[in-house]
């Protein structure tokens, strides 16, 4: 039922910056904690970021400092601003929008994971 997709990828030289949007559909997109993970060739996906439906952020020790999750709920975005990149941050970055179960004076809606297509991002010389 949700779709997500993923944009903003591509090469940069080491030391440069690049900016990942991940949309969403859905009525209820403020809800959704939506995350970005990552995977490089012969590497298991791992967390990168993650943000709340409150704001509430969390990012891996290896890009903090470095790279900021932001939402903006009215336009169903998720962005990942990415600075000081360096070799080890090439990947496949992925976007998961998690829908929790919902109620509002009805039947609970269950939730779900979502997992959009993957935007490449090569940092290269």
């Known amino acids: 039922q949700v779709q997500v997709v993923e944009s903003g990828g591509g090469l940069v030289q080491p030391g440069g910056s690049l900016r990942l949007s991940c949309t969403c559909s859905?009525?209820?997109?403020?809800?959704?904690?939506v995350a970005w993970y990552r995977q490089a060739p012969g590497k298991q996906r791992e967390l990168v970021a993650r943000?709340?439906?409150?704001?509430?952020?969390n990012y891996a020790d290896s890009v903090k400092g470095r790279f900021t999750i932001s939402r903006d709920n009215a336009e169903n975005k998720v962005y990942l601003q990415m600075n000081s990149l360096n070799s080890d941050d090439t990947a496949v970055y992925f976007c998961n929008a998690a829908r929790p179960p919902t109620y509002s004076g009805g039947p609970i809606v269950p939730g779900g994971s979502y997992w959009g297509q993957g935007t490449q991002v090569t940092v290269s010389s």
């Open positions: 943000i709340t439906l409150g704001g509430v952020t």
């Open positions: 859905g009525s209820s997109f403020s809800t959704y904690t």
